[in-house]
């Protein structure tokens, strides 16, 4: 994989579109002023969990004795529901639940909105299949981090301009992107334990 194809996944797995309604849902009854300082903080949060599980993502699968072809099977499924998700998203709370009360904090904005599981098992992925490339695989996170850190900041201006309709439609557009992502992630975990096997 390409430090840009690797960007385009992660950047598809953190959905920025479809965060869109969940990040202002959430900040409805934040004062106007501190909307920002939120969103900045929710950002930097996830890109720090992220970035931890980039470099200790060798050591959990160590810790863990977890094979490279079990990330990769795992994975696969967990960005396959993402995606069914996002195509056929839930009646209510969208595709990670109802929105809570208050200001929020790490949940759900941070985790699971931007550094959800399957962004996390992609990372796993990607350290452990190619230990080498860390630093490739870092410029990808941030890369992909940036362009949903400037989607989500103009949130609101977005949500305006486009609209909800609009901004569903793409949203399962990515949802259909991501769910052909898991199908090859998958198939390429199987096809590595198989050979293993045999």
Do not use: C
Not at 61 to 79: C, D, F, N, T
Not at 105 to 116: D, H, Q, Y
Not at 130 to 136: D, K, L, N, V
């Amino acid at each position: 994989m390409t430090t840009l194809s690797a960007g385009i996944l992660l950047f598809l797995i953190m959905d920025p579109l479809g965060n869109i309604p969940l990040f202002l849902a959430l900040l409805k009854d934040v004062p106007p002023k501190r909307r920002r300082y939120v969103m900045v903080r929710e950002l930097l949060i996830a890109l720090a969990v992220l970035v931890a599980f980039l470099l200790g993502g060798q050591y959990i699968l160590k810790l863990l004795q977890l094979r490279p072809e079990s990330v990769s099977i795992a994975g696969g499924i967990v960005l396959f529901l993402i995606g069914i998700r996002m195509v056929f998203p839930p009646v209510e709370g969208g595709i990670f639940g109802a929105a809570g009360e208050g200001e929020p904090f790490i949940v759900p904005m941070a985790i699971p909105g931007i550094a959800g599981p399957s962004a996390m098992a992609a990372l796993l992925l990607l350290t452990n299949s190619q230990p080498g490339r860390t630093a490739e695989w870092g410029l990808a996170l941030f890369a992909a981090w940036l362009g949903v850190a400037l989607i989500l900041l103009s949130s609101t201006f977005l949500f305006r301009w486009l609209g909800e309709s609009v901004l569903t439609a793409l949203e399962r557009l990515m949802g259909m992107l991501l769910i052909a992502l898991s199908v090859q992630m998958f198939l390429s975990g199987l096809t590595a334990y198989l050979h293993i096997a045999a």
